[in-house]
C-alpha cells in the first residue's frame, strides 16, 4: 500500500474503532486484545504503534429490563460507579498483513452506595491497580495492496488474569452490632476478574466515495472458568441470593458499525452505533456465581486529529437503549415463587474514550542480493 494511503486510512479510522465497552455496572472494563483502534494494525513489517487510551463513566441510572427507576436518584438509594481506565499498548507489524498487540490496563474505581453499608449510610468502596493484561494476533484477510478500498481483519487473542479478583475495603454497619468489616468490593469494580480468557473478534472497512467510509467490528471474550471463588456477602442481604454467594467469571462481547469521513489529511470524523454487553449465560463452561448481566446500544460520535505518525483520537459513546436482563437468580426464584423478579443495574448516560499513540516506522531500504554481489566485484 502506498504511503499516502496508509496516511489517509489512519487519519480516518483514529476514531472509529475504540473498543472499550460502556459504561454500565454490569458491563466491566475490557476491550479487544489486538489492538483497540484499527490505525493501530495498519502497519508494515517491523513497525510499531504505541500508546493509551483512556476510558471514564459514571453510572447512576438503575434499570429493570428496560424500564430505569427514577426514584432511585430521588430516594437517593441509586449507586454510583466512578470508572477511571487506562490501556496501554503496544502493536507491532509481522508482515504486511500480520500483527501482534500487548495490552497492559489499570484501572481506578469507586463506587458509592447504601445497601453495601446497612442501607443507613452512604460509603464509598474503592479499587484501583492492574487489570486483566491482554495478548493477540490480528491477520488482514485481503492483500493491503491490491485492496486499499476495503479489507477484513480477524483476531485472536488470550486475557490473564493479572487483576486483583479479591480487592477489598471497609464496610460500614454489617458486621456484628453494626461493626465495620473488610470484604471483597462490588464485582463492577474488582480490577480482574480471576479467569483466563479467548478473545475473538474481527474488524472491518470499505470505502463508499472519496474519503467516506463504511467499518465496522467487534469481540467476544469467552471466559470458560465459572467462578473465582472471592465471596459477595450477597447472601446475607436475601435467602433467594445464596447461589451468588461467589462472583462469576462472566463472557463479555461487543459489536459496533458507523461511517467515517476525513475532512483534510489530519482531520476525521465518525458516527455510529455499539451494542455491548455480559450475557445472561456463557457460551463455554458453569452459570453459576453471581453476575449482572446486561447490555447497552449507543451512539458513538467521534474526532480524531493525525499529523505523521502521532495520532489522538476522541469517542463520546451515550446510551440510548439499557437492558439489566433476568439472571438466572431472576428466572429460579420466578420459577419457585411464581412471583415475577427481575434485578437492577446501574447505567451510564454517557463514556469518554480518549486515545493517544505514536508509531514508528520501520523505514530501511532493502537492498537486492544480486546487487550486493555486483558491489563485491
Not at 278 to 293: A, L, Q, W
Amino acid at each position: 500500500m502506498r504511503p499516502n494511503k496508509i496516511i489517509v486510512l489512519i487519519g480516518v479510522f483514529a476514531t472509529m474503532m475504540q473498543l472499550n465497552a460502556q459504561g454500565c455496572v454490569a458491563i466491566r472494563h475490557f476491550s479487544s486484545c489486538v489492538g483497540n483502534t484499527l490505525e493501530n494494525n495498519l502497519l508494515g513489517p517491523g513497525d510499531v504503534q504505541f500508546g493509551m487510551n483512556y476510558r471514564y463513566f459514571k453510572s447512576f441510572r438503575h434499570f429493570r429490563g428496560t424500564e430505569e427507576e427514577p426514584d432511585r436518584i430521588s430516594n437517593n438509594s441509586e449507586v454510583i460507579n466512578n470508572s477511571h481506565s487506562w490501556d496501554f499498548f503496544l502493536t507491532y507489524g509481522l508482515t504486511d498483513r500480520l500483527y501482534t498487540s500487548v495490552t497492559i490496563p489499570t484501572v481506578i474505581n469507586t463506587r458509592s452506595s447504601l445497601y453495601e453499608h446497612g442501607r443507613e449510610e452512604r460509603h464509598t468502596s474503592f479499587s484501583r491497580g492492574l487489570a486483566d493484561i491482554r495478548i493477540g494476533v490480528g491477520y488482514w484477510l485481503l492483500n493491503l495492496e491490491k485492496h486499499e478500498n476495503g479489507n477484513v481483519a480477524v483476531g485472536l487473542g488470550l486475557k490473564l488474569p493479572t487483576g486483583n479478583y479479591n480487592a477489598s475495603d471497609i464496610f460500614y454497619n454489617v458486621g456484628p452490632d453494626e461493626t465495620p468489616q473488610v470484604r471483597p468490593v462490588d464485582q463492577s469494580i474488582q480490577p480482574g476478574d480471576g479467569g483466563f480468557g479467548i478473545t475473538a473478534d474481527f474488524q472491518f472497512y470499505q470505502k463508499v466515495a472519496t474519503n467516506f467510509f463504511a467499518y465496522g467490528g467487534g469481540f467476544y471474550l469467552l471466559n470458560p472458568k465459572e467462578v473465582n471463588g472471592t465471596r459477595t456477602f450477597r447472601e446475607t442481604l436475601s435467602p433467594i441470593l445464596e447461589n451468588e454467594a461467589i462472583m462469576a467469571v462472566p463472557d463479555q462481547y461487543s459489536v459496533r458499525a458507523g461511517f467515517s469521513y476525513s475532512i483534510s489529511n489530519t482531520i476525521s470524523t465518525s458516527l455510529g452505533s455499539r451494542y455491548e454487553g455480559v450475557p445472561v449465560k456463557d457460551i463455554m463452561g458453569g452459570n453459576e456465581g453471581f453476575r449482572r448481566p446486561g447490555n447497552v446500544l449507543s451512539i458513538d460520535p467521534g474526532i480524531a486529529f493525525m499529523k505523521n505518525n502521532f495520532s489522538l483520537n476522541l469517542n463520546l459513546p451515550f446510551a440510548v437503549r439499557r437492558e439489566r436482563p433476568q439472571s438466572i437468580t431472576d428466572k429460579q426464584t420466578e420459577e419457585l415463587t411464581g412471583n415475577p423478579r427481575n434485578g437492577d443495574a446501574a447505567f451510564a448516560d454517557y463514556v469518554i474514550n480518549f486515545g493517544i499513540s505514536y508509531r514508528i516506522s520501520n523505514n530501511k531500504v532493502k537492498i537486492d542480493p544480486t546487487l550486493m554481489d555486483e558491489f563485491k566485484n
